[in-house]
Nanobody, 113 residues
Framework: QVQLVESGGGLVPAGGSLKLSCQTT????????VDWYRQTPGNQREFVAR?????RYARPVRGRFVISKDNALNMVYLQMNDLKPEDSGTYFC?????????WGEGTQVTVSQ
């Protein structure tokens, strides 16, 4: 059964850093693009970053966030630097394979003023 498990969230002051991790099970990070999304209450989930065939970032995080992966461990990471209060939210790992969308349960990131 495919599983995605996020970790690494927490409370951090503005300007600080966090590194999120996504552990995938029964699905290869080498063969599939992996995304990070985030969501705040009352809002739609929004794209943050993708790795697979290169990397891509949403404009608000470009230059501050770095997505990377370790295919041997089936892990994907999101290094978040210079965090801002508007980066707060629940961060989700996502993979689409054969038109099926897989999501983790998310990890909470809170950036204080």
């Amino acid at each position: 059964q495919v599983q995605l498990v996020e970790s690494g969230g927490g409370l951090v002051p503005a300007g600080g850093s966090l590194k999120l991790s996504c552990q995938t099970t029964y699905i290869s990070t080498n063969l599939n693009a992996v995304d990070w999304y985030r969501q705040t209450p009352g809002n739609q989930r929004e794209f943050v970053a993708r790795i697979g065939g290169g990397t891509r970032y949403a404009r608000p995080v470009r230059g501050r966030f770095v997505i990377s992966k370790d295919n041997a461990l089936n892990m994907v990471y999101l290094q978040m630097n210079d965090l801002k209060p508007e980066d707060s939210g629940t961060y989700f790992c996502h993979i689409e394979r054969n038109y099926v969308h897989y999501w983790g349960e998310g990890t909470q990131v809170t950036v204080s003023q």
